[in-house]
Structure formats: C-alpha cells, structure tokens
C-alpha cells in the first residue's frame, strides 16, 4: 500500500530528532461552494536535526516512532 506523502512548512525545531510541521489543505465546502483552508499540524521524526522553523518540506507516512510520531521527514521541497 502507498504511503500518503505530505508537503508543510516546519513551525517548530525545538525537540530533538523532532520537527512540527504545519500541512495546510483547501477544499470548496459542499454547501458554499467556497474554498475553505484547514491545517494540521504532525509531528515527524528529523533524525539529524537539519530542518529549521519555516523550511517546506515533505513528510511520509511511517511505523511509529514515539507515541506521537508517525511521520518521517523525506526532504526538503523545491519551491
């Protein structure tokens, strides 16, 4: 089965091996027929700490880490 790969931009470095990225979606709402924004934010495994607050990068789906982390960082994305 694919792993679902998701592109963010990262909010928080502070933990170690650790990264917080903000992955934001738009869909039009079915009644309003309005584009609409939501966010989420995943917690993902950085393993050499090389990703810094506001870098885009993409993260893939993996077996968990830690009891929050199930994502792992792929790579940086090219704006």
């Known amino acids: 089965m694919p792993k679902r790969i998701l ?3 990262v909010t928080s ?3 170690e091996q650790t990264v917080t990225v903000l992955v934001e ?5 079915p009644v309003m027929k309005k584009t ?3 966010s ?5 495994h950085d393993p050499l700490n090389t990703f810094k ?5 993409r993260i893939e ?6 009891k929050s982390k199930r994502w792992r ?7």
């Open 61 to 66: 789906e993996c077996a968990p880490v830690s």
């Open 7 to 9: 592109q963010g931009t």
């Open 53 to 57: 607050v506001g870098d885009t990068v």
């Open 73 to 79: 960082v792929v790579t940086e994305a090219s704006a």
């Open 36 to 38: 609409v924004r939501s």
């Open 40 to 44: 989420k934010k995943y917690r993902a």
């Open 25 to 29: 979606r738009r869909f039009t709402h």
């Open 13 to 15: 470095d502070k933990n």
